[in-house]
């Protein structure tokens, strides 16, 4: 089992920047990658950045390249995304994900809000 706490949403102005964390307990021994994902009202949950924690590597949605960076302090079990830029289209409920052998985790979620 793994648990999942995002924290660091708020509400920012356009071109603004913040940070979500997102505090990773438990089995994560098991834990191969961990990600953020964004869901508005009515819309299905998309992806927005992932990362592989054994080789580091990093993958990112086209709308966010460049402004979003997502990171991982291995000592603090602890995802990070670090994003700038702010739009009022990246409005949205971010989760913290992290697959776990055949099945996955997910946080509560935190709320993001852009102002315009």
């Known amino acids: 089992q793994v648990q999942l706490a995002e924290s660091g949403g708020g509400v920012v102005p356009a071109g603004g920047s913040l940070k979500l964390s997102c505090v990773a307990s438990?089995?994560?021994?098991?834990?191969?990658?961990m990600g953020w994902y964004r869901q508005t009202p009515g819309e299905a949950r998309e992806m927005v950045a992932v990362?592989?924690?054994?080789?580091?590597?990093?993958n990112y949605a086209d709308s966010v390249k460049g402004r979003f960076t997502i990171s991982r302090d291995n000592a603090k079990n602890t995802l990070y995304l670090q994003m700038n830029s702010l739009t009022p289209e990246d409005t949205a409920v971010y989760y913290c994900?992290?697959?776990?052998?055949?099945?996955?985790?997910w946080g509560q979620g935190t709320q993001v809000t852009v102002s315009s």
């Open positions: 990362f592989i924690i054994n080789s580091g590597r990093t």
């Open positions: 994900n992290a697959p776990y052998y055949t099945t996955e985790f």
């Open positions: 438990g089995d994560t021994i098991g834990i191969p990658a």
